[in-house]
């Protein structure tokens, strides 16, 4: 029997439940911040200025003016073209990104208004796939670029992406060129874009459209790059430099134009809108959205290509090649 007994008191310091989900972790700092601190700041940390990765949707809720965004194409999603298979099917990665970011493809497009200025905007989301460019993002990029053609309205991208997506094999590469030659459209027809890159920025992605905005703009400390660091440093056998392909890198090396922290990037973007607005030429009706007029050096290159593969935005306008897009990317 023991001598003395541990008298039990009532216990005065009762764990308090706290909430899953409250706090978070910052990637940078790892200091723990309150949650609702944190997307008071528009998913900056607070203690050191890492910018968090947003998905597409809350990357609209911080860009452009309340309630103004309209959807544009949103139910197209890719096939299956090579019923291609690793440890999951192709189809259950869709499926699953569909599942965790609520839109069915890695980029969200749509009209709205930043600071009252009217734009067209495709926003990737890495969230989903990783960001990669299969044929339906490539194609949903083509669009909503042409859609700001047409009504002469500004294009701004936000980049978020590894690249291409490899489950489409060489499709997913066509896209670099498709997403390029849409861009060129816009410039012959003096038609403003705006590319911000976010991090992660890589592969296809930063090889065709993201990198051929009027304007670059990046978050701070976004990697932004290529082929990755350690890919690099196998091939060339040298030691990459401290912050290699980190933003600020990028801009003492003259691949950026400005780097934005998130707080001011609407606020910057409305005056670049207005800037290059002012800047604009007059211009002609934009005729060739349909592809019938002018053809750009991009489209030559593969307009003699077999139809069944990706020439679809050359003749975007086209009744047979449209019912082609609905049947290849199960528009309803
Ligand atoms: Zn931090």
Redesign the pocket.
């Known amino acids: 029997m023991a001598w003395f007994k541990k008298k039990k008191e009532p216990s005065s310091r009762k764990q308090v439940k706290i909430p899953e989900g409250l706090w978070v972790k ?6 723990i ?1 309150y949650k609702k601190e944190l997307e008071k700041n528009l998913k900056v ?1 607070p ?4 910018h968090f990765r947003l998905n597409a949707t809350e990357r609209i809720k911080y860009l452009v003016d309340d309630g103004s965004f309209e959807e544009l194409y949103p139910n197209l999603t890719s096939g299956d073209p090579l019923k291609f298979k690793d440890t999951k099917s192709y189809q259950e990665r869709i499926l699953e990104g569909q599942r965790k970011t609520g839109i069915k493809e890695a980029v969200l497009s749509g009209t709205a208004r930043v600071e009252d200025e009217p734009v067209v905007l495709a926003i990737m989301d890495f969230s989903f796939m990783g960001g990669s460019m299969g044929s339906a993002v490539g194609e949903k990029i083509v669009r909503t670029a042409e859609h700001a053609l047409e009504h002469g309205l500004p294009f701004i991208s936000v980049s978020s992406s590894g690249g291409a997506r490899m489950q489409e094999g060489i499709l997913s590469l066509m896209q670099m060129a498709k997403s390029s030659a849409a861009i060129g459209r816009l410039r012959d027809n003096g038609v403003p874009y705006i590319s911000i890159l976010a991090d992660p920025t890589f592969g296809g992605v930063t090889a065709s459209f993201a990198m051929l905005g009027d304007v670059i703009v990046a978050e701070p400390r976004s990697l932004i790059g290529f082929a990755g660091p350690r890919v690099i440093e196998q091939t060339i056998k040298q030691q990459l430099p401290e912050n290699f392909q980190r933003a600020e890198f990028l801009i003492e090396h003259g691949l950026l134009d400005m780097i934005v922290p998130r707080r001011k990037m609407k606020k910057t973007l409305s005056k670049l809108i207005r800037h290059l607005a002012g800047a604009r030429k007059p211009q002609p009706p934009a005729s060739d959205v349909s592809g019938n007029g002018h053809k750009s050096a991009d489209e030559e290159a593969y307009s003699d290509n077999d139809t069944s593969t990706e020439d679809i935005v050359a003749e975007a306008g086209h009744d047979e090649a449209a019912r082609d897009v609905e049947n290849r990317y199960n528009i309803p």
């Open positions: 910052c990637d940078s700092c790892k200091e911040i940390c203690k050191c200025d890492y």
